[in-house]
Structures are given as structure tokens and as C-alpha cells.
């Protein structure tokens, strides 16, 4: 018994000796971002065809081939990146 008590008060002092760390969040930053909704930047929305983004957004600067299956397409545009499945779009995401 006096060997249990001592390995374990062993332990626990092993333990609190070890270093401890944290990460800060910084909220103010998180506030100067535009943010991924209809508030933020203006860019294609979900459903919209390649052909409707083309016309209303212009050509991407980059475009990716597709992958996958179902196909999933990336356009890069200055500020943020479509994402196609098909030919629809999924989802717009603002470049950090």
C-alpha cells in the first residue's frame, strides 16, 4: 500500500513539473477579415453555373482540373476560390 502511495505521489509530482503553454487567439484580427457570408466580399454563389461565373466574375486568374469523383473544380479568383462540383458552384471561399 505505502509503495502505491509513494509511485503515485511520484507521478503527480512528475506531472506537475512538466511545462505548460498556450496559444493566444487575437479576436481583434478576427474582426478586420472579411468574413465567408453574403456580408463579405461579393463572389459567386452556391448553384451557379461555370458559364454564369464567367460572365458575371470574369475569367479566373487560376484554374484547376478537376478531381474526383464527383468532379470538384477550382477557380481562383484575387481575393477568394470557387469550388465547382460538375459545373455548379458549391462554395466561395475569401483567401486569408
Partial sequence: MTFRITTLSAAIICLLALPVSADV??????HSVPINSEEGIPRPKRSMSMDQVAQRYGQPVTAYPSVGEPPITRWDYSGYSVFFEYDLVLTSVVHR
Fill in 25 to 30: 487567439l487575437l479576436i481583434e484580427s478576427i
